[in-house]
């Protein structure tokens, strides 16, 4: 099996500052505002990096997943990895895999053109793990979720050009992974820095310890980084955790690659 790393979803309590520290630090712009999102209590943003999307959404109103999710975690964080199918048979099949394994769907939207599966965190180690699949399947083009096709016009890489991984934390990453990658149908290896990983057709969803009393969930991702002393000089502006390899933004560690 082969998916495509098309999405990361962070949530925050506060829509406006988590979009102003992604866009001033990473050189990003927003390509879409998702109205559709309305009917899960939520608001949101998205930025393109490459070919993959950055979205923020934060509630609206209270007893929201999105709300309930910010109280776990402790603040704003890591909250969904969303990857694309190569086909409509490549869903299915994955589709059928998970009813199998019990892993429940938390929503699910089938469509002529696309379908939509987010499978619920509680089976998924505290992150959404969501499939979808285009009929169009091209990267460079349509993604729904993003409004279309309209995205590509604000696309910026002057800073970073690309999302390569997801970081997922957990007291026990090696089971984590494991199920991962079972739901996947997509064998693990092992990184030069010894943790597991899954391999996507673009990026990795790598397995790590949880270390910093958080719980599972998503911790960080990996940016592929084209100006890395305008990016860490923006993050030191705006008062953010900056290493020379690491800045933290909308509580998730964003690797410096």
């Given amino acids: 099996m082969s998916l ?10 506060k829509l406006q500052p988590a979009i102003e520290d992604l866009k001033t630090v990473l050189g990003l712009e927003v390509c879409f505002i998702d109205p559709g999102v309305e009917i899960f209590g939520l608001e949101n943003s998205l930025m393109p990096v490459g070919t993959n999307f950055i979205e923020v959404v934060a509630p609206v109103r209270d007893n929201t997943a999105g709300g309930r999710y910010l109280q776990r975690r402790g603040g704003n964080g890591g909250y969904m990895v ?15 895999r998970v009813d199998r394994m019990g892993v429940r769907v ?7 053109t696309v379908h939509y599966m ?3 965190p509680a089976d998924t180690g505290g992150t959404f793990f969501q499939i979808d699949w285009d009929t169009e399947n091209e990267h460079q083009g349509q993604w ?22 997801a970081e997922i934390q957990s007291p026990d990453p090696e089971s984590l992974a494991r199920r991962w990658s079972a739901i996947a149908d997509i064998p693990l ?14 990026a990795v969803v790598r397995f790590v310890p949880e270390t910093d009393g958080r719980g599972e969930g998503l911790g960080g991702i990996d940016v ?23 800045v933290t ?9």
């Fill in 224 to 246: 592929k980084v084209a100006d890395r002393s305008r990016l860490l000089e923006a993050a030191r502006a705006r008062g953010l955790t900056a290493l020379d390899d690491q």
């Fill in 106 to 112: 938390a929503w699910e939207m089938p469509h002529d």
């Fill in 82 to 96: 969303i990857t694309q199918a190569q086909s409509a048979e490549a869903h299915a099949a994955l589709r059928a």
């Fill in 4 to 13: 495509t790393l098309r999405q990361i979803c962070l949530v925050a309590e």
């Fill in 144 to 165: 729904v979720p993003a409004g279309g096709r309209a995205w590509r016009e604000f696309v910026r890489t002057d800073v970073v050009t690309a999302i390569t991984a």
């Fill in 118 to 120: 987010q499978l619920h």
């Fill in 189 to 202: 290896r092992t990184s030069a820095a010894g943790h597991l990983e899954m391999p996507l057709s673009n």
């Fill in 249 to 257: 933004i909308c509580g998730t560690r964003f690797n410096l690659v």
